[in-house]
């Protein structure tokens, strides 16, 4: 170990029920921690609650997006067909919000979706090729029947000692320190 | 506990008297309106009447294709909503009973037979290009003759009301004999019965709205038009919907059960139908705008402007209300997931829901091309304002009286227990998340 570079990441615990996990999360964000993440095999209803997480922010790219795409079909439309090179169509005026119509709504559709993708990449910071949690020798396990808490080394109020003797007080069985080694 | 059952069982009786007491007072004072006009050849009353009963129709519609959809789905959370949405379907036969008296007119209304549609009576005026012709004598009508006569159009109403009163039938009862031995074989009757039903249902809501509300111009012509029907059927039941569930949770009887999660995706779905409307509704415009012809046309452009001027009408204006207040406003403010889980601002939208989708019911009903020998174009739009709105307001009330009052006795009536509570699904739907 010694002649590896590595950088020191988490405190991780291991639980193995949901409930355990639910009831340690409560205490972990009463603790006051901030930069701490749970796994679950299994979704868990109301964690994110627990966890102290506020809603996703996701829905405001989409509505961004969307409010884009609607003006961007509004003067591509009016671009062609009122400005750069008028064009009277089947008698209808140059530009008029009711002939173009599905262009806008295309668009408001098409650049939502955008927004929504690739606003939650974002907010995720995705895509990346690894993570330093899967360092933790018991990490697959959390696919499997484990649950686990990782409170982050950023966090302000770790300490090595201190969170990991918070984890094992709050049900924590195998309390280790993930490092993520630099090669 | 004594006094509160007690006063629980009085004041049910008195609303039940009070409702068919409304009825009566509506009802009446439509059928005053309606012999009033019979009279004078007025159809003023005859609209209202109409306008009325499609309000309280559309809701049970929607109501119906929502039950159905979730039963088709095999849906986990919708058993604890279903169930409120099943007494509404009590509704029906007594919706039938309401349109009979238009039915009868045109059987036996003699030479007011065509007072309200006039294809009904051969010698109707109507307008071909601007000169004023019988009904018999337009070629428009010749051609769909064979589909608007009286003796089809009375066999396609009933077959419509027996259709729906049948698989509310069926409906209501598998979920409720299921209340009592919690056999799982009333839910594979549930989804058979809306495997079936869905189709059937869909066809007579559509030939529903057309030979009701499309054939008062009968010359007019709209694919749209059923789609449009069932759209504002579904905001308006799921805006129903959603006032009986927060109601039951207010007055205690859904409370714990009704959870956040239930009336978000109820929210959600009004969200969907809001654009699903706007989508048809704008459609149905949108290709007619395209095509230009002028046997299309006439129908919005009596929406539009007064057709002997060329000036805006008041039309114009209930337009606009359609446009931003029954899309736009509803749309926006939906988006967001504050308005869907907060009781009092989803009770506001939904009852804005309502009463913009009885102005959209109005603004498809009510204007009309009145024939006037001395106008321009041989005919007048019939305003905003006019009889036809008080006498509107008198069945509103009336058909609403007595489908309340059908509806809150299926409730009361002990012949199902307020939640389906042997349903397969029901623990999924009692804890159901967002």
Redesign the interface.
Known sequence: MSDIMDIKYAAAATFSSAKELYDAAGKVKEKGYSNWECFSPIPV??LDAQMGYA?SKV?RFT?AGGITGFFTGMLIVWFMNAYDYPLIV???PYFSP??P??VFYELTILFAAFGTLFGMFFLNRLPRHNHPVFEHPDFGLTGDDKFMIVIEVEDPMYDDEETASFLKEVGGQSVQIIREPID | MMDESSTKDTSPKGLSTKLLAGSVLGLGGGLVGLFQGLQSGDKAPFLGWLWGCSFWLSIAIGMLMLIMIFRIFNSKWSPVVRRQQEHALSAFPWLGLCLLPLLLVAWFGKDQAGILWSWINPASPTIEVSSIISVEEDVLHQKKAGYLNLNFFTLRLIAYFGIFCGISYWLRKASFSQDKDGDPKWTHLGTKVSAIGIPAAALALTFGAFDMFMSLEYQWFSTMYGVWFFASGMRAALAITILICVYLVANGKLKGLFKQAHQYDLACLSLTFTIFWAYVS?SQ??LI??A?IPEETFWFTIREIDPNTGLRSGWFWVSMGLIFGHFFFPFLYL?F?RTKVDVPKLVFIVCWILAFHLLDLYWNIIPGREIVPGAFVGYEARPVIGSHLLWGVFSLVGVGCLCAWAVIRSFQSGIAEIIPIRDPRIRESINH?E
């Open positions: 209803h109301g809603r829905p509505l089947g008698g209808k009711i002939y119509f599905p | 704008f415009y949108f705008y395209s230009n988006l997931y998340h």
